[in-house]
């Protein structure tokens, strides 16, 4: 069993920056790729970034290339996610998330959430 903690997040305005961590413990880190996902009201919950066990390889949803940046740090057991030039339609609950493989991520593992909102 893996437990996803996350921390970050909080309100800003368009054009600014956020960043967001995701511990994890309980199991190994590096077994897993990486996810950060997001739900905005009324909607599904999407896709927004991912990255391989090993940081060899990411892939992010289109409407966040460019902008924002995964990574992670498996001796710390952590990920990131960094979010620049935010946008009030970045705004949503964003989750991390552990999944066996980065290109097709279905988590695992969930983190609690965390709000981001952006205002105009």
């Known amino acids: 069993q893996v437990q996803l903690v996350q921390s970050g997040g909080g309100l800003v305005q368009a054009g600014g920056s956020l960043s967001l961590s995701c511990v994890a413990s309980?199991?190994?880190?590096?077994?897993?790729?990486l996810g950060w996902f997001r739900q905005a009201p009324g909607k599904e919950r999407e896709f927004v970034a991912t990255?391989?066990?090993?940081?060899?390889?990411?892939y992010y949803h289109d409407s966040v290339k460019g902008r924002f940046t995964i990574s992670r740090d498996n001796a710390k057991n952590t990920g990131y996610l960094r979010m620049n030039s935010l946008k009030p339609e970045d705004t949503a609950v964003y989750y991390c998330?552990?999944?066996?493989?980065?290109?097709?991520?279905?988590?695992?593992?969930w983190g609690q959430g965390t709000q981001v909102a952006v205002s105009s």
């Open positions: 309980g199991r190994t880190f590096s077994d897993y790729a």
């Open positions: 990255m391989t066990w090993n940081s060899d390889a990411t």
């Open positions: 998330g552990l999944c066996d493989g980065a290109r097709t991520c279905v988590p695992n593992y």
